[in-house]
């Protein structure tokens, strides 16, 4: 009867260290697993943030070309503008020198 519980004992025994050694090996595939997902995860936040940035200067250089477009706009009003106002000025002053003119 000793034996045979000497016997259950070591057996016993034997399957704790075998179990300790599986849970083990399990932490062990757990822990490369979260890594695995950690690695994986930082991955697509670079490429996440890769396509951000892309984005971002798509947008900045579709806001520098419109405010470009905008400046060439405004100039060439401007400009109008100013050859209106000239033209002004010269119509003005032939009506006064022909004013003048019919004077004397």
């Known amino acids: 009867r000793i034996k045979w519980l000497e016997a259950c004992h070591e057996a016993h025994q034997?399957?704790?260290?075998?179990g300790a050694g599986e849970v083990a090996e399990l932490r062990a595939a757990l822990e490369a697993l979260r890594m695995e997902h950690?690695?994986?995860r930082s991955?697509?936040?670079a490429e996440h943030d890769t396509e951000l940035l892309q984005l971002r200067?798509?947008?900045?250089?579709v806001k520098g070309e419109e405010l470009r477009?905008?400046?060439e706009e405004f100039?060439?009003?401007q400009t109008d503008v100013e050859n209106?106002?000239?033209e002004v000025a010269r119509?003005?002053?032939?009506?006064?020198?022909?004013?003048?003119?019919?004077?004397h």
């Open 69 to 71: 477009r905008m400046r």
């Open 84 to 86: 209106q106002a000239l």
């Open 38 to 40: 950690l690695l994986h």
């Open 14 to 18: 034997a399957t704790i260290v075998q």
């Open 57 to 61: 200067t798509s947008m900045e250089d």
């Open 91 to 103: 119509a003005e002053h032939e009506r006064r020198q022909l004013e003048l003119s019919r004077a």
């Open 43 to 45: 991955e697509q936040k």
């Open 75 to 77: 100039t060439l009003r």
